[in-house]
């Protein structure tokens, strides 16, 4: 019977440190991973900021676009008159 409760101590014993490096990889595996995620979202914020440049610039391009392709139409209605009045 002693010999028995001793193993059985022995096993707890085991089984305690077990669980304890298990807990332990399982954090360490959950801070890598949470390290990894926050890295993306830095990665992903910093590619948001990049594209919402980017479309600010492309919107004031647009602008510049447009306001010259009026212009360009106003032009070609008045040559269209001047060229009516010339025939």
């Known amino acids: 019977v002693a010999t ?4 059985k101590g022995h096993l707890a014993a085991e089984n305690r440190a077990l669980r304890e490096q298990l807990e332990s990889d399982a954090a360490g595996a959950a801070a890598k991973k949470l390290l ?3 890295t993306q979202v830095e990665e992903l914020q910093e590619e948001n900021y990049r594209l919402e440049s980017g479309k600010e610039e492309l919107r ?5 676009l ?4 009026r212009g360009l139409q106003v032009r070609a209605q008045e040559l269209s008159g001047l060229a009516g009045e010339a025939r």
């Open 66 to 69: 447009e306001q010259e392709a």
């Open 60 to 64: 004031a391009r647009c602008s510049r």
């Open 36 to 38: 990894r995620l926050q």
């Open 4 to 7: 028995l409760l001793e193993e």
